[in-house]
């Protein structure tokens, strides 16, 4: 029981320090206790486009929150076609299990209207593609962190070439819907991560940043203790 409560604990906190080192530019983490996601507005000439940051797991009321009072905007969907669901997904759900979270996926903001804004997978250079496979696979136990760390050592992986391959280039299809798109009211429900490039191109095309909204994904001390209790 010790050693369960142990490899608990040490989980959570390896998250938290990753999330908090990622927070100065990804998430607000109020004095560590809680995570949070920005929902941003902009506006140009009565045009309004809301960046709107998500985690891929979260409570259930953070998602509900997300999708609330959304009928009347155009949504540009993230999700990189061509990836078999069986990968990202299943890795997205393994985490949401062990921290007793739930797990974004295709139905999250499914009925809305919008288009995939996303890229596919097969315009991705291909020795990043191949780092996505070895990113999802490390993250599942130490084990496969161990066999992941060995092939990256002989591919020279670059996080730098990574950001440009999954971050930037994606984002400049969300650019080009953004032009497109003018003359509906647009939300983007992406991952924090992609949200500092696209509001430097908003405000480089004029838009004017006039809010900013906070969603609690879950708060760590809940999550901690969800997972004490669980063993009784």
Not at 90 to 99: E, K, S, T, V
Not at 147 to 173: D, G, H, M, P
């Amino acid at each position: 029981m010790k050693k369960k409560i142990r490899n608990i604990f040490l989980r959570i906190t390896f998250l938290v320090i990753i999330l908090q080192f990622l927070s100065s530019f990804l998430y607000v983490n109020f004095f560590g206790l809680s995570l949070y996601t920005k929902e941003q507005y902009f506006e140009k000439e009565g045009h309004k486009v809301i960046l709107l940051g998500t985690a891929h797991v979260g409570e259930y009321n953070y998602y509900k929150s997300l999708k609330k009072d959304r009928e009347s905007l155009f949504f540009l969907k993230e999700g990189v076609q061509g990836i078999p669901k069986e990968s990202l997904g299943n890795n997205h759900q393994l985490w949401a299990d062990r921290l007793g979270l739930i797990a974004q996926n295709d139905k999250t903001f499914e009925g809305f209207r919008g288009i995939n804004s996303d890229i596919n997978i097969s315009e991705i250079d291909p020795e990043s593609s191949r780092n996505l496979e070895l990113l999802i696979f490390a993250s599942e136990s130490s084990d496969n962190f161990e066999i992941a760390k060995e092939e990256w050592k002989e591919t020279n992986f670059s996080l730098k070439e990574f950001y440009q391959e999954f971050v930037l280039k994606r984002n400049k299809i969300i650019k080009k819907n953004i032009i497109k798109n003018q003359d509906k009211d647009l939300i983007i429900p992406w991952g924090a991560l992609h949200h500092n490039d696209l509001e430097d191109f908003l405000i480089s095309e004029g838009y004017s940043k006039t809010g900013t909204k906070y969603h609690k994904v879950f708060s760590f001390p809940t999550l901690l203790l969800r997972k004490i209790l669980s063993f009784f």
